[in-house]
């Protein structure tokens, strides 16, 4: 049987699929897999299943003669050098669909957590403080931002920023979009306008973003753009860390030039920032966007698909190699 090396435990469904096709080895540990100890397993295995947080690059491909398949557990692949691994006619997978509408229902619940204040509003109440200091229901504590009716931006109008608007629509939001090319058909089926990034920051109220990381939209959110938001608007990231610049990002949350944030993703994971933790205005999560039991089943039974496909010598279903 071919074998398969698996660098954190999956959900058991992806695991008892592949175990009737491969031999399976998994390194099960919270911890991420010393690279060297990566180099070294991957020496003997014919295919690999990996997360986000491992560099999948020409070092490991060197160290896998027998490798012939990388399926990532994840619809992002900005950790994998694909055109190498293409160069070396070695397939990449992806695990997209899977994930895409508990990855949106995140996008909405940092969105909402953010405009209404729902730590602030969870760390006063679980503290004691509201009995103890006798502070009365008042007209104006922990007010927030109205989200029913106001205006979102979507950066990166996929599968997931398209899922993101799905929902907008039951919120009564105008809802504005920016990709790369225009997408007719959907901006008439979710009602959905384009604008230039420029003229989507300025208007938006609210901004998602559901880009890929790729060389374009490294840092696309910087200084200047953060700049052009409104100061009453919240930024919701849920792509990729390195899509903003945290430094930028901390400046405009101490100077006020936008009103909060909601951080699933940073620029390395996993991550600490003293001061960008520190504000009361910001809601962060450990990259948990799709962490849902059905997303994370989906995504093992995806990853399990892609690889006896390949063991039966047929396309991969969700290949990324072009
Ligand atoms: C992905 O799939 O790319 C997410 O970031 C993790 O599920």
Redesign the pocket.
Known sequence: MPKVFITRAIPENGIELLREHFQVEVWDSEHEIPREVLLQKVREVDALVTM?SERIDKEIFDAAPKLRIVANY???YDNIDVEEATRRGIYVTN?PDV?TDATADFAWTLLLATARRLIEADRFTRSGEWKREGIAWHPLMLLGYDVYGKTIGIVGFGRIGQAVAKRARGFGMRILYYSRGRKPEVEKELGAEFRPLDELLRESDFVVLAVPLTKETYRMIGERELKLMRKTAILVNIARGKVVDTEALVKALKEGWIAGAGLDVYEEEPYYNEELFSFDNVVLAP?I??ATYGAREGMAELVARNLIAFKNGEVPPTLVNK
């Open positions: 986000l994840a619809v992002g695990t994930l990259h966007g799709s």
